[in-house]
T-cell receptor, first 113, second 112 residues
């Protein structure tokens, strides 16, 4: 499993764009990059997945450079409700790999008014 | 609503006791994962079942065991409970290991 490194915490203000970077130097050729979001006392939920370049959905964008050794989750114009922990997973599709679905410590995003 | 149902939502029990947590996956999902999340801790992967068979095992204590039944619901059994076992226990399901995982609302276990 490729090890991931992401900041422990980030602060932002409402209306700002937030970029959370995840490093995964040992990513394998077949690995996907998947991000999950977890609100306090709730289970995580899938937000976005990508393999290369850029992926965008109604919630976020995911930027992946050509070497794929890092990725950046971009949340446009955050609101207080985006306060959550964001997990970066590298492995099979949707984060699963060899039967595991492993979450690291994630990045705790705090959005302030 | 993710479609994954966990019962009970809350459980308070004493040290040394045994409890069973139940998870009903989304209709059609064959994979069930169990996680433990202590206060301010990350999600610790415990175990993964696929269509009734154990697929992968994480940091699951010997005092803990799980199984997935023919109807695909799963149970996590925790025995000889200790204060440190107090945590949120999440179950997730997916169609298979490489498809989107959906999490339940969790069972909050408090050991006193």
């Amino acid at each position: 499993l490729a090890k991931t490194t992401q900041p422990i915490s980030m602060d932002s203000y409402e209306g700002q764009e937030v970029n959370i970077t995840c490093s995964h130097n040992n990513i394998a050729t077949n690995d996907y990059i998947t991000w999950y979001q977890q609100f306090p006392s709730q289970g995580p939920r899938f937000i976005i997945q990508g393999y290369k370049t850029k992926v965008t959905n109604e919630v976020a964008s995911l930027f992946i450079p050509a070497d794929r050794k890092s990725s950046t989750l971009s949340l446009p114009r955050v609101s207080l409700s985006d306060t959550a922990v964001y997990y970066c997973l590298v492995g099979g599709a949707y984060g699963g790999s060899q039967g595991n679905l492993i979450f690291g410590k994630g990045t705790k995003l705090s959005v302030k008014p | 609503d993710s479609g994954v149902t966990q019962t009970p939502k809350h459980l308070i029990t004493a040290t040394g006791q045994r409890v069973t947590l139940r998870c009903s996956p989304r209709s059609g999902d064959l994979s069930v994962y169990w996680y433990q999340q202590s206060l301010d801790q990350g999600l610790q992967f415990l175990i993964h079942y696929y269509n009734g068979e154990e697929r992968a095992k994480g940091n699951i204590l010997e005092r803990f065991s799980a199984q997935q039944f023919p109807d695909l619901h799963s149970e996590l059994n925790l025995s000889s409970l200790e204060l440190g076992d107090s945590a949120l226990y999440f179950c997730a399901s997916s169609l298979r290991g490489d498809t989107e995982a959906f999490f339940g609302q969790g069972t909050r276990l408090t050991v006193v």
